[in-house]
């Protein structure tokens, strides 16, 4: 029997990481499951007991473009141009 998989998004913060959990085939049924320090073992700690329950799980977070504020679209150094360094 295949087990239901569960969606584990995480926004990470300095000190803290919210997470949110979705089951999937559900749409737009999100629920915010709290939040948890942010350090390995935290992290850990939560992937065991939400695996316990029998799910499976992938886990989620926001593109880091979306927390340092640069986008895919930002303008790039032309690694082909001369550097003045070179000169």
Request: proline letters at 6%; glycine letters at 8%; a positive charge.
């Amino acid at each position: 029997m295949a087990k239901s998989i569960t969606y584990v998004g995480l926004d990470v913060h300095k000190d803290t990481i919210a997470v949110a959990l979705a089951a999937a085939g559900l749409r737009g049924e999100v629920r915010e499951h709290g939040k948890i320090p942010n350090a390995p073992g935290a992290l850990r700690a939560l992937a065991v007991k939400l695996a316990a329950a029998g799910r499976e799980l992938r886990f989620v977070m926001k593109p880091a473009h979306a927390v340092t504020g640069f986008s895919d679209n930002s303008p790039k150094r032309d690694t082909n141009a001369p550097s003045s360094r070179h000169r």
